[in-house]
């Protein structure tokens, strides 16, 4: 592969500004940079091409397999000033064999080289954008390997399975057991229950990545943008005594208990002639009835209101002095609205609670896929017909759909585990 460089931290004014080097010339470009043999990690001048002095760095320096990437990989800890680190990339990219990396290809080189499989890869990405504390947290399960060791759990007892079906075709004649079926049902149903309990967490794990959305709905003037504005603690919408000020969906981002959540201020709920406004109230439905969670505020005397489904708060608006029994806020006093936001943020640590480590779509479509040939598997086994070929045939597309997560399943897999459980070719 080639040699590649780039700065790894943030362009700009800096205490600290880093450029990794990785590649087979990646300790000779080093060398060349300090004019000596480099340490695992110490502190040498940077020179130029004519010995000129750059900067004055700590120089940390990996072999091949002992680094991020997998490769040898030098690293300059250089002062963060934009002109050094100009002069060490202008420097580099001098040198025959070396190239500025594209965009993402250290991870790329990681995955590569079996450093991260791709699970990994994408936690990565979700932990450098994480902003709230639950982003990090799930993240970081995904990058440390959460989703791949379970993989590799489904991978072991589908291997398992298959070996099982492949013996009893392919081996009839040698010391395997003759009914294996129970114990095959057995570890695809444990599989698939576990594979199921992943793809429903997934719209949930979304949700945390991306953020949760908190809809305030209600008729006009009953305190939706005031309620919006002492939540954001800042004035993020306008304010106004005229019903149908708010006309469109205002949304602010907020940070609630370390979950991630836009909270959405809608146009009011009303009957109008105005197309204008006629266009909101639709537009604050419509998001509404998406959004994660409602809460719908409901005007003094206000005894009847839309139905947005179960997932809906009511909440007594102007409400200056809280009364018992009732959850009521005052966006102008604040009162009401801490117990409000812990009950937002219980309802919506509650439906956290469910994530599991599959964390994208096309991880729920892996596991659907791989649920649904699970099903035609056992569905196959519990059949009167001796059909044991198509059910190691839907076993493979099972495991072929864990593959496009982590890993591999291959007729080396098999074998392996058939040799090991029956002493095949003894």
């Known amino acids: 592969m080639d040699t590649i460089y780039a700065l790894a931290t943030a362009p700009g004014k800096a205490g600290v500004s880093i450029v990794r080097i990785s590649g087979p010339m990646a300790h000779a470009a080093g060398e060349r940079l300090t004019g000596r043999a480099l340490p695992s990690r110490g502190l040498r001048k940077i020179v130029d091409h004519v010995g000129d002095l750059i900067d004055e760095a700590l120089v940390l320096s990996f072999d091949q397999g002992q680094s991020f990437t997998g490769e040898a990989v030098v690293e300059l ?67 440390q390997g959460a989703l791949g060791a379970k993989v590799g759990l489904w991978r072991e ?24 079926m129970p114990e095959v049902t057995e570890l695809l149903r444990s599989v698939q229950t576990e594979m199921r309990q992943e793809a429903e967490g997934v719209r949930v794990a979304e949700r945390i990545r ?132 812990d009950r937002i943020e219980q309802t919506l640590r509650g439906r ?16 659907i896929r791989g649920c649904e040939a699970l099903d035609l598997a056992l569905s196959l086994i519990d059949s009167d017909v001796e059909m044991a070929d198509l059910v190691a045939e839907e076993i493979r597309t099972a495991a072929r759909a864990t593959e496009s997560l982590v890993g591999r399943v291959d007729v080396e897999d098999l074998l392996d585990v058939i040799f090991a459980s029956f002493c095949i070719g003894k």
């Not at 079906?165 to 009839?172: C, L, Y």
């Not at 907020?254 to 406004?277: I, Q, S």
Request: with cysteine; glycine share 10%.
């Open 77 to 143: 800890q250089l002062h963060g000033s934009p002109a050094i680190v100009s002069a060490v990339l202008r420097e580099l990219s001098g040198m025959v064999g070396l190239r500025h990396a594209e965009a993402g290809e250290f991870t790329r080189r990681a995955l590569e080289n079996g450093c991260l499989d791709l699970a990994q890869v994408e936690g990565l990405a979700d932990l450098i954008d994480a902003e709230t504390e639950s982003q990090r947290k799930q993240a970081l399960r995904v990058f």
């Open 157 to 180: 007892r589908l291997v398992r399975a298959a070996a099982l079906i492949e013996a009893t075709i392919d081996f009839v004649d040698e010391d395997v057991p003759v009914d294996v």
């Open 210 to 341: 991306d953020g949760f959305e908190v809809a305030i709905v209600g008729a006009p003037n009953v305190g939706k943008s005031t309620l919006l504005n002492r939540l954001a603690g800042r004035e993020a919408a306008i304010t106004s005594d005229i019903a149908g000020t708010t006309r469109d969906v205002i949304e602010v981002r907020m940070d609630l208990g370390g979950l991630p959540v836009t909270v959405l201020d809608t146009a009011g709920l009303r009957e109008t002639d105005d197309f204008v406004e006629g266009l909101g109230i639709e537009r604050a439905r419509q998001r509404a009835t998406s959004a994660d969670l409602v809460v719908h505020l409901v005007g003094v005397g206000e005894e009847t209101f839309e139905d947005f489904g179960p997932d809906t708060i009511i909440v007594r608006a102007k409400m200056d002095q809280v009364q018992p029994g009732i959850i009521g806020v005052s966006g102008k006093t604040g009162a009401g609205v801490e117990e409000l936001i």
């Open 352 to 367: 956290a609670a469910r994530v599991g480590v599959a964390m994208r779509e096309r991880h729920r479509i892996a596991l």
